[in-house]
């Protein structure tokens, strides 16, 4: 439910009683992943998405039938050739959804804390013991957690281990815990959120063609700064999407500022005075990508002037130059979108080339990042 949480946040701050639908579980090419949510409120608004369309009618029903009689329930959707017409998942996936009511207990927290960009986890007990199910603790980075599942205490301090080990790596998902150790004589499945920091976007270059992959960064759930030496063009009125603007040399703000693994670099100063002492640093950091824009020509003369400066090959290696999938695009907005295809699919693993005729899977299984506030991004 932390991926719909500024809207639900708001639902809680004005007293709107509502349901959640939350996918816990999904097999074969289920359209979304563990973590997205559908919520109805008591009015009948419906605000996002458990299966890109195929079952929502009936989630919504259920998350009515949630807010009539307060039970918390787990439904498995699926395909079935000998009832084409029943509601299920057309493109022939599984998907378990746990439908909850919200009221009270450790849910206003953790919508508060993913709105304001705090770390934390939320686990629910998705399957088990019947009185159990829906129970939920809300866990943050130094383990501490507040709420409780309802059973033994040593079953809270279980669920809040396993919670911090998924928040630690920034995932969404399920936990399973054994007989032994729900202290409730049988074995538990929790559904872990969490609710991390958006990854960052350092768009390097106060161009056009900065303004328009700016939108495509926030777009794909990014924090995106613009860094420029040059105090006239690095502005709010030209990059007002921009989470943050930097005046200063590239290279020195990117040694100063904070990057992790998930962070990506995007370098669009066409400038070998920018480009090269940025690179250099930049190809030394263990972020997710980087990226630079130029002509071949630009990009050779540019590869022989990073090796003049020591970048060895293998730094080289991770240089994504010229920048972007070959899309054909000219515009600032198509050039944009080409960088952010690019950035999704270093990010998920995918090849860029077309589905049709392929015979590759549309949705990958490789590595995932967290993007915005959900572990997990579609």
């Known amino acids: 439910m932390l991926d719909i949480a500024d809207e639900l946040h708001r639902w809680v701050e004005q007293g709107r009683e509502f349901a959640v639908a939350t996918v816990v579980a999904v097999g074969g090419s289920a359209p979304r992943q563990p973590g997205a949510a559908l919520a109805v409120d008591s009015d009948g608004t419906a605000v996002g998405s458990v299966s890109g369309g195929c079952v929502e009618g009936a989630v919504y029903e259920l998350c009515q039938q949630a807010l009539e009689d307060g039970r918390t329930v787990l439904e498995s959707f699926g395909y079935s050739d000998e009832d084409a017409f029943a509601v299920g998942l057309t493109c022939g996936g599984v998907i378990d959804i746990l439908v909850t009511p919200v009221r009270g207990g450790v849910y206003p927290a953790a919508l508060a804390a993913a709105v304001s960009g705090e770390a934390v986890a939320l686990a629910r007990v998705a399957a088990g013991p019947e009185d159990l199910v829906g129970r939920s603790i809300l866990v943050r980075p130094d383990g501490s957690y507040e709420g409780g599942l309802g059973g033994h205490p040593d079953l809270d301090h279980t669920a809040a281990g396993e919670a911090r080990a998924m928040l630690d790596a920034g995932g969404t998902g399920t936990v399973e815990i054994g007989e032994e150790g729900s202290r409730c004589g049988q074995p538990l499945t929790l559904l872990v959120e969490s609710s991390v920091p958006a990854p960052r976007m350092i768009v390097f270059g106060a161009v056009d063609f900065a303004s328009a992959l700016v939108r495509v960064g926030k777009f794909l759930g990014y924090r995106v700064t613009v860094c420029d030496a040059r105090p006239v063009f690095a502005t709010k009125v030209r990059f007002p999407d921009a989470d943050e603007i930097v005046v200063e040399w590239p290279d020195r703000y990117l040694e100063a500022t904070e990057v992790d693994d998930r962070t990506v670099l995007c370098v669009l ?59 054909g695009g000219r515009t600032p907005e198509e050039t944009a979108l080409s960088i952010g295809a690019e950035i999704v699919a270093n990010r998920r693993g995918g090849s860029g080339a077309s589905l049709t005729g392929a015979h590759t899977p549309i949705h990958h299984d490789g590595p995932v990042e967290p993007a915005g506030r959900l572990g997990s991004v579609a």
């Open 269 to 327: 100063t066409h400038d070998a005075k920018f480009d090269v002492p940025l690179l250099r640093a930049a190809l030394k950091l263990p972020v997710a990508y980087i990226g630079a824009m130029g002509s071949r020509r630009t990009h050779e003369d540019r590869n022989r002037r990073l090796r003049e400066a020591g970048v060895s090959e293998l730094e080289l290696a991770r240089l994504r130059s010229p920048i972007g999938l070959d899309l």
